[in-house]
């Protein structure tokens, strides 16, 4: 008997998804034969003629959904066995449910897991071979019919019999029960999870074999009888013969004899805990903050709601405390933020340790956090918890054997007095918070309806950029990033520091983003962009080794119409080598308008430069749209990079995005690396380029230039 290579069928939309499971499905099986169609109108006529093992398809495609097109397939002569395993984004029971109840065998979430992509693929490759080779004995079966009634009968109960063994060997729990709850068949599976022996069940009340769960099962089957139809697939949960709880997706369908007579009702259940686990953990995620396992911001505005709610039925009121750390920045510049992340997650603890069942931590990002307080039956009660959070975040951390003090700014908005929507709260919170800060920190501050910090703070910083611009207190520092190949130094990204009059060197994010509300960021970019070129035209003197700088375009100048003619500007004037020039633009500011960036990026790239996309991986955007935008290099969020070792979950999204971005002709870099270890496995995962403390902090052009000369090749 011939036994073909295992044959697949991809239905996507996207392009890069298609290669993407094409290169996984590659890898199920030995010889598997791939084919792939974004339109399902090709895949349709392609199915007339052929007939696969199995069926990918993407949920949501122009036109026809997943759902839509697992039922066509369905009515296809040869389509109603086939697995069809539909994929899709939604995070959502409803599509799941549409996709099974069209005839879908199983589903996967995007971005799909690689290993369980392979898993359960092999599976269903198994099952359908299973299928195709008892479509093979019944077509044997009916041959010997023909020849004899004695053959028939003999090679019916043969082919009973295989048929029998191959159900045992499903990964599911099968039975058949008679219209009286009898059983009338069970496979080897579930025959051992009653801890029975098959023939001793046959005959048996189902209901009382199944304990607990007998009654809902007997209920189901009498609906079936009543309608001669399937159910809808439904789970449930029952222990296994070691007694830890399971997940079954249990599906029931009328079984007829051969004279369509309803004779008894089918009951499958597969067991679907470890997709459930991984659908668990994945809302975790989304919910938490990694770093400190906290709800994260969107947990937050989601329970703030359901708080409001509870205090009009209670009539009861809450606060909401927005926490910012005071000298946090400079703890990660003087000790490393590895030291910085370990007080982030002992301030997490200390939190969790003040307040009641009900109340709410959650760290929103950086290093703000906040916290809801339920119940409150007055200010002074709220203004109380402050001064505990207060103290208890002022104490002295001890990190790695080191002493840290941070400080906190607290600022409190009440409900309902101060909002009654979570943005509302937040908002007023942080206004707050913003008023406790600019008051010298280490204070709370109530919100208060004649609070307008955020005009004055607008006020102030554009009166004190405008003065800074105009006496030149601002400087650049400058990163070095280092090739993974050669080992040297290929490139800079200029930082841009302000040196205040009072000798305080701010960071761009205490001034960039209200420089960003005023308008100022333009001038000021434009300076960066003019010193950053002027700096690496001195650098890229004849006989010097090429070194590249870096600089960041925000979002304001990328929308600018004079973003292209400024850039010619400066280079005329600096004489730098456009090929030595590299506009850095967050991964943010490009998605929010990709088409429309697309033409200003091309007239960039037109005069010579590079173009790369900064903080990738956090748009949870994929590579769809860096495909259709003209740029160079991809620069990986410092966040996979954090806690990046061996076998992974991040190293196994730092090696995607590398394979992607290579196929796409790409440069990837990653940034924030601050271990050797973290070089070497990022080695290990292809990335070109890495920067981060462990290459060097930002520093001065001399410094720069002295590294860059001490790395360099002889024949530089």
């Given at each position: 008997m011939d036994v073909h290579p295992p044959s697949?069928?991809?239905?996507?939309?996207?392009?890069?998804?298609?290669?993407?499971?094409?290169?996984?499905?590659?890898?199920v099986a030995e010889g598997v034969r791939v084919t792939a169609?974004?339109?399902p109108g090709a895949a349709f006529a392609w199915l007339e003629e052929n007939q696969p093992d199995v069926i990918i398809t993407d949920y949501r495609m122009p036109g026809m959904d997943g759902a839509e097109f697992t039922r066509r397939v369905r009515a296809m002569p040869h389509g109603a066995d086939v697995p069809i395993v539909v994929i899709t984004v939604y995070n959502d029971r409803r599509f799941r449910l549409d996709a099974l109840d069209a005839g879908a065998t199983d589903f996967l979430l995007s971005p799909v897991d690689h290993s369980e992509f392979g898993a359960r693929i092999r599976n269903l490759i198994a099952l359908n071979a299973h299928r195709q080779m008892l479509r093979r004995q019944a077509s044997a079966l009916q041959r010997e019919l023909d020849d004899s009634e004695r053959s028939r009968q003999r090679l019916l109960h043969d082919s009973r019999e295989a048929l029998a063994q191959v159900i045992d060997t499903l990964p599911a729990l099968?039975?058949?029960?008679?219209?009286?709850?009898?059983?009338?068949?069970?496979?080897?599976?579930?025959?051992?999870?009653?801890?029975?022996?098959?023939?001793?069940?046959?005959?048996?009340?189902m209901a009382e074999l199944l304990g607990e769960r007998g009654a809902r099962s007997r209920d189901a089957d009498r609906m079936v009888l009543e309608r001669g139809?399937?159910?809808?697939?439904?789970?449930e949960e029952f222990p296994d013969r070691d007694g830890r709880m399971r997940v079954f997706l249990t599906a029931k369908a009328p079984l007829r004899d051969a004279a369509g007579e309803l004779v008894a009702v089918l009951t499958s259940s597969v067991d679907i805990t470890e997709r459930k686990l991984a659908e668990t953990r994945l809302h975790h995620l989304a919910h938490h903050d990694s770093l400190t396992d906290l709800p994260n911001r969107f947990f937050l505005t989601e329970r703030l709601p359901r708080g409001r709610q509870h205090s009009r039925r209670g009539d009861q009121r809450m606060a909401l405390h927005f926490l910012d750390l005071d000298r946090f920045k400079t703890v990660n510049d003087v000790f490393g933020h590895h030291v910085g992340d370990g007080v982030l997650r002992a301030i997490a603890r200390r939190l969790l340790g003040l307040v009641r069942s009900g109340d709410v931590v959650a760290r929103l990002g950086g290093d703000e956090f906040a916290v809801l307080q339920n119940g409150v039956s007055s200010?002074?009660?709220?203004?109380?918890?402050?001064?505990?959070?207060?103290?208890?975040?002022s104490r002295p951390f001890l990190i790695e054997g080191r002493e840290v003090v941070v400080g906190s700014s607290i600022g409190i908005a009440l409900y309902p007095r101060d909002g009654l929507s979570a943005d509302e709260l937040l908002r007023r919170g942080d206004l707050a918070m913003y008023q406790a800060k600019a008051d010298g920190g280490g204070s709370f501050r109530f919100f208060e309806a004649g609070m307008d910090a955020s005009?004055?703070?607008?006020?102030?910083?554009?009166?004190?950029?405008?003065?800074?611009?105009?006496?030149?207190?601002?400087?650049?520092?400058?990163?070095?990033?280092?090739?993974?190949?050669?080992?040297?130094?290929?490139?800079?990204?200029?930082?841009?520091?302000?040196?205040?009059?009072?000798?305080?060197?701010?960071?761009?994010?205490?001034?960039?983003?209200?420089?960003?509300?005023?308008?100022?960021?333009?001038?000021?970019?434009?300076?960066?962009?003019?010193?950053?070129?002027?700096?690496?035209?001195?650098?890229?003197?004849?006989?010097?080794?090429?070194?590249?700088?870096?600089?960041?375009?925000?979002?304001?100048?990328?929308?600018?119409?004079?973003?292209?003619?400024?850039?010619?500007?400066?280079?005329?004037?600096?004489g730098l080598d456009p090929t030595r020039l590299d506009l850095e633009l967050t991964e943010s500011a490009v998605i929010r308008d990709a088409d429309g960036v697309a033409e200003t990026l091309a007239q960039l790239r037109s005069l010579g430069l590079r173009i790369s996309i900064d903080d990738f991986g956090t748009g949870y955007s994929a590579l769809?749209?860096?495909?259709?935008?003209?740029?160079?290099?991809?620069?990986?969020?410092?966040?996979?990079?954090?806690?990046?070792?061996?076998?992974?979950?991040?190293?196994?999204?730092?090696?995607?995005?590398?394979?992607?971005?290579?196929?796409?002709?790409?440069?990837?870099a990653a940034e924030g690396v601050e271990t050797e270890e973290q070089v070497r496995e990022l080695a290990a995962c292809g990335c070109d380029e890495v920067q981060g403390y462990h290459v060097g902090r930002p520093m001065s052009a001399a410094a720069l230039s002295e590294l860059v000369l001490d790395m360099a090749a002889p024949d530089a």
């Open positions: 697949l069928l991809i239905v996507d939309d996207q392009d890069i998804n298609r290669r993407v499971y094409a290169k996984l499905a590659a890898t169609f974004g339109d099968i039975s058949a029960t008679g219209p009286d709850g009898r059983c009338v068949f069970v496979n080897a599976n579930l025959a051992a999870a009653l801890g029975h022996a098959p023939a001793d069940i046959i005959g048996q009340d139809a399937p159910l809808p697939n439904y789970e200010p002074d009660e709220a203004a109380a918890l402050a001064e505990r959070i207060a103290e208890a975040v005009a004055r703070r607008l006020m102030i910083l554009e009166t004190d950029l405008r003065s800074g611009l105009a006496r030149n207190e601002f400087v650049l520092l400058y990163q070095p990033q280092l090739s993974l190949r050669t080992r040297r130094i290929v490139g800079v990204e200029a930082l841009i520091r302000w040196q205040q009059p009072d000798g305080i060197l701010l960071e761009p994010k205490d001034f960039l983003p209200l420089a960003e509300e005023t308008g100022l960021i333009r001038p000021l970019g434009a300076w960066v962009l003019q010193e950053a070129c002027r700096q690496a035209a001195q650098w890229n003197m004849p006989g010097s080794p090429p070194l590249r700088v870096a600089v960041n375009i925000s979002p304001l100048q990328l929308r600018g119409a004079d973003l292209v003619r400024t850039v010619q500007t400066v280079l005329a004037e600096s769809s749209y860096v495909r259709r935008l003209p740029v160079d290099r991809l620069k990986i969020d410092r966040s996979f990079v954090e806690n990046l070792r061996p076998g992974s979950a991040d190293a196994a999204i730092i090696g995607a995005i590398v394979a992607l971005g290579h196929n796409l002709h790409l440069e990837v």
